[in-house]
């Protein structure tokens, strides 16, 4: 099974300042033939289920503000949320889907300092 | 707009069997791929089980092959899972979970997910 490692566990910042929360994967998720990282990234805010935010390691998904953006590639991926806002309190996860089993990042949740 | 509607939760005891039903709406439900993905509580996601959207192929996490049979019911827009000789390891919140329009028959990545249903394995 591919194992997926975030850093940080968790992160405190002030509202407006950068989001930065890395992803490694213990193989590749980019796939030869079709050039894509097979890597997402989800939000889960308390009590609720996770939403989807990012595909393809950086393809934002519909509705998804533009603060999120996704970058990296091969095994070394970033969540970037370029100005804190206050709903932006969750847990963060990502996950691979590029081969069987998909598995997910141990999460890092993000507060407001 | 989508949504998926996750039932059939509950207290059971070890060695029990319970049954998960998740109504689906506002898709082609028979288009796409469908997973149950599962959280402990205080904990992370696991993903459980998948299947395909002709219901021909099925996948499980090696932590319940044996155990979980899925199974869908594309006339009825609705997915199950039946749950077989639970443990305590098995207590979760069970998430029921569309899979991302794609070019093959399980991407493995999820677009819209249920509010879940907790099983709590317990005696």
């Known amino acids: 099974d591919i194992v997926m490692t975030q850093s940080p566990d968790s992160l405190a910042l002030s509202l407006g300042e950068r989001a930065t929360i890395n992803c490694k994967s213990s193989?590749?998720?980019?796939?030869?033939?079709?050039?894509?990282?097979?890597l997402g990234w989800y939000q889960q805010k308390p009590g609720q289920p996770p939403k989807l935010l990012i595909y393809w390691a950086s393809t934002r998904e519909s509705g998804v503000p533009d603060r999120f953006s996704g970058s990296g590639s091969g095994a070394d991926f970033t969540l970037t949320i370029s100005s804190l806002q206050a709903e932006d309190v969750a847990v963060y996860y990502c996950?691979?889907?590029?081969?069987?089993?998909?598995?997910f990042g141990q999460g890092t949740k993000l507060e407001i300092k | 707009e989508v949504q998926v509607l996750e039932s059939g939760g509950g207290l059971v005891q070890p060695g029990g069997s319970l049954r998960l039903s998740c109504a689906a709406s506002g898709f082609t439900f028979s288009s796409y791929a469908m997973n149950w993905v599962r959280q402990a509580p205080g904990k992370g996601l696991e993903w459980v089980s998948a299947i395909s959207g002709s219901g021909g192929d099925t996948y499980y996490a090696d932590s319940v092959k044996g155990r979980f049979t899925i199974s869908r019911d594309n006339s009825e827009n609705t997915l199950y899972l039946q749950m077989n000789s639970l443990r305590a390891e098995d207590t979760a919140v069970y998430y029921c979970a569309k899979d991302l329009p794609g070019t093959t028959q399980w991407l493995a990545i999820f677009d819209h997910w249920g509010q879940g249903t907790l099983v709590t394995v317990s005696s």
């Open positions: 193989q590749s998720v980019l796939y030869s033939s079709d050039n894509k990282n097979y």
């Open positions: 996950q691979q889907y590029y081969s069987t089993p998909p598995t």
